[in-house]
């Protein structure tokens, strides 16, 4: 297991720093911290080097939590710089987000991988067809929740997110979009949910996985370090483009791009369970 050629290793190094540069971009364009597309790179990458199966997945999520870290201050920093976070809102949710975190930590480090990756497949397909098929602008204006559903909501994406791997904004966004909450203001204000996320989220799968036999060399529980070193450069130096994209297309092909790459991530991890 793990012995890879020269040729090999070069090979899955680059297709690293390729998904760095693309999930920094994702990461600024739609406030997900590019864990949609991180995981399941990973994913398929640990799946090359025969890593084992019950760890496969744990390790895909730990490390890209921690990748997260990086991609979503870059992005969240740059969302700030231009007005599109909402201050009000993550103090207001981010508690409860972070206790989300807690319990989706300890759940996801002790479920299976199959569970794991059924979990990330289902949500990303949910909230994919949720954004395309969502009316443009028809919906009555609706008013922000208030309590308990703001605690319910701002738990359940701390909760799922962290199960998947994945920033806040998968669930965060199309959450605040159905509060006819302006676009570009929610991708900026998951971009900064993404760190609330990451942050508890890492932690707690390096701990959870310290021990854990046939683990992938250089990690640190469920997280691997080489991975996380490979794909941090890139996405850092592309998430502030990301966010330029985000400000400059239409919302409606912003809203496209975000239910694309969701149906895509969807299916490409369901084939690799069944």
């Not at 989300?100 to 569970?115: D, E, K």
């Amino acid at each position: 297991m793990l012995d890879v050629d020269p040729g090999q290793a070069l090979f899955l190094l680059a297709t690293l720093l390729a998904t760095g540069a693309i999930a920094g971009i994702i990461s600024g364009l739609l406030g997900v911290g590019g864990g949609i597309v991180i995981v399941p790179v990973l994913f398929f990458v640990f799946l090359a080097l025969d890593v084992s199966e019950t760890v496969r997945m744990h390790v895909a999520v730990g490390t890209s939590l921690a990748t997260i870290i990086f991609t979503g201050f870059m992005s969240a920093r740059s969302h700030w710089k231009r007005g599109s976070v909402d201050t009000a809102l993550l103090r207001s949710w981010g508690p409860w987000i972070a206790f989300g975190v807690v319990a989706g930590t300890i759940i996801g480090g002790n479920v299976s991988g199959t569970v794991l990756t059924l979990v990330f497949a289902a949500i990303a397909a949910l909230v994919a067809i949720n954004m395309a098929f969502k009316p443009a602008d028809a919906a009555k204006p609706r008013p922000m929740p208030g309590t308990p559903l703001k605690q319910i909501l701002s738990t359940i994406i701390g909760l799922i997110s962290v199960m998947m791997g994945i920033g806040g904004g998968t669930l965060a966004v199309p959450i605040l979009s159905f509060f006819t909450y302006p676009i570009r203001l929610a991708v900026g204000t998951a971009a900064a949910i993404g760190l609330i996320i990451a942050v508890p989220g890492t932690i707690g799968y390096a701990l959870f996985g310290l021990g854990t036999p046939d683990l992938p060399p250089f990690s640190l529980g469920y997280v691997n370090l080489a991975g996380l070193i490979a794909i941090i450069p890139t996405s850092m130096l592309t998430a502030p483009l990301g966010v330029r994209l985000a400000h400059a297309i239409p919302q409606l092909a912003l809203r496209w791009c975000f239910a694309g790459f969701l149906a895509i991530t969807s299916i490409r991890m369901i084939t690799s369970v069944f």
